[in-house]
Nanobody, 119 residues
Framework: QVQLVESGGGLVQAGGSLRLSCAASGNIFSINAMGWYRQAPGKQRELVATITGGRINYARFVQGRFTISRDNAKNTVYLQMNNLRPEDTALYYC??????????????WGQGTQVTVSS
């Protein structure tokens, strides 16, 4: 079994910053892709950013405001969010594509961390 635990969400004023963290633990042999997604009320879940090895992909709405990074030794992915806007308000989910020591590769989700940006 694999667990993803997110932290770092909260309430911030527009223009502020937050740093999200997501640590994976459990039966892990390797982790391929890691990423962040978000879901606002009444909307579908959408990709924010992913990191796979040295390849990084950002959603268009990020516009240079967010930076994704990972620490492979800690099985942790981060999302530094700057210049936050009210429209960034959402539940942010971590995702990791994990290969266990035994079994098949599977994409796991965290429980989500709330980000609220006030105007």
């Amino acid at each position: 079994q694999v667990q993803l635990v997110e932290s770092g969400g909260g309430l911030v004023q527009a223009g502020g910053s937050l740093r999200l963290s997501c640590a994976a633990s459990g039966n892990i042999f390797s982790i391929n892709a890691m990423g962040w997604y978000r879901q606002a009320p009444g909307k579908q879940r959408e990709l924010v950013a992913t990191i796979t090895g040295g390849r990084i992909n950002y959603a268009r709405f990020v516009q240079g405001r967010f930076t994704i990074s990972r620490d492979n030794a800690k099985n942790t992915v981060y999302l530094q969010m700057n210049n936050l806007r009210p429209e960034d308000t959402a539940l942010y989910y971590c995702n990791a594509e994990v290969t266990p020591t035994r079994g098949y590769t599977y994409a796991y989700w965290g429980q989500g961390t709330q980000v609220t940006v006030s105007s």
